[in-house]
């Protein structure tokens, strides 16, 4: 991947051996101060807007969405033509409802004309080309200002502040980066600027995860961010174990996956901390992450312009109807994402949140709607693994569970049990959850030591190998 030379890219690019004595140094400066000017003026004004009456943050959208608008049709070829196709001008944008009278766009559409996309030239020192997408899922090439880190790095590490993150603060991290073994077999590697504590998800065996645990009751007061899959197997082990948990943990974040209901049970309940989870991904159209005070999650209105819609494409404003994320992101101007078709469905709760005051769209159940989001019955329609939420004692036996589909109305259950499961078991789990989907999908069981992971280390609860339904394939999500 081409990248510019942005100076957490430079860093990133550091030898370790070099990072690590530069960084001793470096270490003692507040984090804040490192991070530089752009991320301490993105961090100052994201604390402040947050808590905006909804009149001011509409108006600062309205202005934001008339620079994008007249950035995308000035400058690209992609934009004139489908903003003159409706009869659009930028400067007919009068009201924030105005934006409904534009085309969606979506994954398909981005691939298929990146080149007509880009406001100017992407060779610049200044622009970065990212490419999403792994093992499953249609991956999605586009360009992006490189100076976009500072700006996001201040919208996450504000949202983490309600989960008791503080800037400066270690985290364990197990979010899929290639750790090797350092001199005592320990998968570990730390970035002295970040105070990152890096422990690699692609080794989360019971002996591993018991070094890693031991090894973060060392390094103070923090936080662990990860993917939900590899903080639930850590949560497994512990409970399996009868490990307590680390004390030093203050909450754990999540991004990246989808996190299931009876996953965050296991967490909170081997941990003892709060979990919290945020939404986002690498287009950098919309970001929300969850409340202080409640499961609900809050989007930042002056991260993009968000909308809920309907099948139809009808704009959502009823309480606990569901609807796909639409947005427009404010970070791009390389290339403007305008009313993007993200895949991704949540459920709509209201415009304003009782538990903080906060005047933000409130959502619940956020969730990435393929392959990730279910199994596909022999009729082709999903279901949703919501629904196989399980709570009651199918998997006392089993640490870790997750389905493979090659073939619609059918798949395997593949599970990593924490004793030796005999026949009546295995029958036992599989009546279980074949009564739960009551002849949707049938399944078979298979017993493994692991599971599937992607190549980023992710570990869906679904590995569908079914044909996609639909052009606007959602890969994992990516968030920074
Ligand atoms: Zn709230």
Redesign the pocket.
Known sequence: MRRARSLKNLWDDVPLCVRSTLGRGLGLVPLGLLLGREFQNSRAFVREAQWWPAGRAREYQLARLREMLTLAYEHTEFYRRAFDSVGFRPQDLRTLDDMTRLPTIDKSVVAENLADMCTRSVDARDVDYISTGGTSGTPLQFYIDASRSSVEYAYLTTSWERAGYRLGMPMAVLRGRMVKPDRNGLCHEYDPILRHHYYSSFHMTDDNMARYLRHVRGIGPCVLHAYPSSAHALAGHMLAAGEPAPHNIRAIILESETVYPDQRETMEKAFGVRVFSSYGHSEKCVLAAQ????Q?Y?VWPTYGYFELLDERGTPIATAGQEGEIVGTGFINTVMPFIRYRTGDHATYVGER?E????QHT?LRDIKGRWPQGGLIAADGSVVSMTALNVHDDTFRHVREYQFHQSSPGKATLCVVPTITLDAEEKRRIVTNMNKRLQGQVVLDLEVRTELVKTERGKQPRVIQKCDSPSESAVEARETA
């Open positions: 409340c202080d005070h409640s609900d809050h949140c538990a903080c005051g906060r409130v």
